[in-house]
């Protein structure tokens, strides 16, 4: 006789100990590839090359409840990025 198939997905079974379910291991690997990238950027670019990381989320956390509110998000974000390019810096938007 057989036996039958455990038909879960990773996220749905049961955590055991030190195991990662699919968020969290979406989550690691993410993460991963995010430092990966950073540091092929910091090696690819010249010393004098200034680069700096804009965390869009600092400007867009929270909610909106009307098309102002967008805007000046939007605005201010434009703003700091617009800074930052007239001193030159490369910008690597996360």
Do not use: C, W
Not at 17 to 37: C, D, M, N, Q, R
Not at 83 to 93: A, N, S, T
């Amino acid at each position: 006789m057989t036996k039958p198939i455990n038909r879960t997905i990773p996220s749905e079974r049961t955590a055991t100990k030190g195991a990662l379910t699919a968020p969290k291991y979406s989550e690691a690997i993410g993460g991963l590839f995010a430092k990966v990238v950073s540091e092929i950027q910091r090696l690819t670019t010249p010393p004098e090359v200034k680069i700096e990381r804009v965390r869009v989320s600092e400007y867009f956390s929270g909610s909106f409840e009307s098309a102002d509110q967008v805007k000046k998000a939007v605005a201010h974000l434009q703003d700091h990025l617009m800074k930052l390019l007239d001193e030159g810096v490369k910008i690597v938007v996360e």
